[in-house]
């Protein structure tokens, strides 16, 4: 059972341009919804993190939009540079047993 | 700077050996967990400990046992290491109810 679903597994987008990922879950008892940035040979960072009473937060050139009652949320990353390109994972926190349940991933390239 | 260190960045071993792999943070983190993480699966959950002998089976135990002796260090364990345990495994640490996971930078383990 997936309790986080994510799209798409890949990505390519130009220099410049608007980057959308998104994620779609199913059990309301998650607290927070962060996203990771994994760069090749090192391990996922925290990028970017929302609570479910938000619809929206923005961090420099990256943005969550969340949709509670579709039970969906996405990152958006604005002005795309070669320098994202990274495997981006969604995640949904429950505080009461300490997990984060992971969505399978996105390889995002940015091309110059 | 904080961090999750993982004793190997790669190791190969035979099937049937006892494979031990090691992890340290320096967080003073109450817990850890040991993901593996595979092509087009994401990161799944194997064992995880929110305090120093305590365990609590993830997503995808079996074939997998961990330890937890101190509160800096725990180890997952691979009792007869099979050709399918090949994989990325990678050690995360978090504080209290935190969403905010370090991860290592994994170990890269295949099995002949």
């Known amino acids: 059972q997936q309790q986080v679903k994510q799209s798409p597994q890949s990505l390519i987008v130009q220099k410049g341009g608007i980057s959308i990922i998104n994620c779609a879950y199913e059990?309301?008892?998650?607290?927070?919804f962060p996203w990771y940035q994994q760069f090749p040979g090192k391990g996922p960072a925290l990028l970017i993190a929302?609570?479910?009473?938000?619809s929206e937060k923005k961090e420099g050139r990256f943005t969550i939009s969340f949709n509670k009652s579709a039970k969906q949320f996405s990152l958006h990353i604005m002005d795309s540079q070669p320098g994202d390109s990274a495997t981006y994972f969604c995640?949904?926190?429950?505080?009461?047993?300490?997990?984060?349940?992971f969505g399978k991933g996105t390889l995002l390239t940015v091309n110059p | 700077d904080v961090k999750v260190t993982q004793s190997s960045r790669y190791l190969v071993k035979r099937t049937g050996e006892k494979v031990f792999l090691e992890c340290v943070q320096d967080?003073?983190?109450?817990?850890m967990f040991w993901y593996r993480q595979d092509p087009g699966l994401g990161l799944r959950l194997i064992y995880f400990?929110?305090?120093?002998?305590?365990?609590e089976k993830g997503d995808i135990p079996e074939g997998y046992s961990v330890s937890r002796e101190k509160k800096e260090r725990f180890s997952l364990i691979l009792e007869s290491a099979s050709t399918n345990q090949t994989s990325m495994y990678l050690c995360?640490?978090?504080?209290?109810?935190?969403?905010?996971?370090?991860f290592g930078s994994g170990t890269r383990l295949t099995v002949v």
């Open positions: 929302i609570r479910p009473d938000v």
């Open positions: 059990n309301t008892a998650f607290d927070y």
């Open positions: 967080m003073d983190h109450e817990n």
């Open positions: 400990s929110y305090d120093v002998k305590m365990k």
């Open positions: 995640a949904a926190f429950r505080g009461s047993n300490y997990k984060l349940t």
């Open positions: 995360a640490s978090s504080p209290g109810l935190s969403y905010g996971y370090t």
